[in-house]
């Protein structure tokens, strides 16, 4: 091997052997705690790409912001899954689609018909949203936006309580996760339904990566994907 490809190849060992960190926040089933590691199916998905690239990790879960201030602003930081929107685009190396989905308007099953009712009829809701959801911007094309009353919360659960405690009367939320979010209030005899979708809301979620972080990991990553899945990242 000529002397110039050692040196590359010493180079780019060195770089992989930094310290790789992988953050996410808790969403069961996706992202949990599990007998002391991270797992759940959005956490397998990521160890088989990193497994693939023959590249090791250390998992951690944080809350939402500060995973995102992780990912946003440490080299060799990769975070899951994150909403690619048109905000986001430039701030991250976007590695590899997880999983699509879209946010609607969740409200206790038991009271979905008089919401629909009172809606018809030109009153007010109150909506429970995490302050910076991600899907807040698009709450404003629903013909009802006007007719919403929003109300922050710190977090996705705090917004379940209310809802569930009959604080609220919706939270804004992807509906795929209504099982596991009801799930974490047992005392809660009420199920989860959608009172309104919000098509506009349609993203995909990622394996993102901070800008510092070197792209010849990224592109190791992308090409185990490749591999794995048989097409390149879009």
């Excluded at 048109?86 to 409200?107: G, Q, T, Y």
């Excluded at 792209?215 to 794995?228: G, H, M, S, V």
Aim: include cysteine; proline fraction near 6%.
């Amino acid at each position: 091997m000529r002397p110039g490809l050692v040196l590359c190849s010493l180079l780019a060992a060195w770089a992989f052997a930094e310290p790789l960190k992988v953050v996410t926040s808790p969403m069961a089933p996706y992202q949990m705690q599990q007998n002391g590691e991270v797992s759940g199916s959005n956490t397998l998905w990521v160890r088989q790409l990193l497994e693939e690239a023959e590249l090791t990790a250390d998992f951690a879960l944080y809350p939402w912001p500060r995973a995102y201030q992780l990912a946003s602003s440490e080299p060799n930081v990769l975070i899951y899954a994150l909403a690619r929107t048109p905000d986001r685009e430039a701030m991250f190396h976007w590695v590899a689609p997880i999983a699509s989905f879209e946010h609607a308007l969740l409200v206790r099953a038991s009271q979905r018909s008089s919401l629909q009712q009172r809606l018809q009829q030109g009153d007010t809701l109150v909506l429970a949203v995490p302050r910076d959801h991600v899907a807040l911007r698009f709450v404003q094309y629903l013909p009802e936006a006007e007719q919403l009353d929003i109300f922050y919360t710190a977090s996705t659960d705090e917004a379940m309580r209310l809802l569930l405690n009959g604080r609220v009367d919706a939270v804004l939320e992807n509906p795929q996760l209504t099982s596991a979010l009801v799930a974490s209030h047992p005392q809660s005899a009420d199920a989860v339904q959608v009172l309104l979708s919000i098509p506009a809301s349609r993203s995909t979620a990622y394996l993102a990566a901070s800008k510092a972080t070197d792209e010849a990991l990224i592109q190791r990553l992308q090409r185990a994907f490749q591999r794995l899945h048989g097409k390149a990242p879009d």
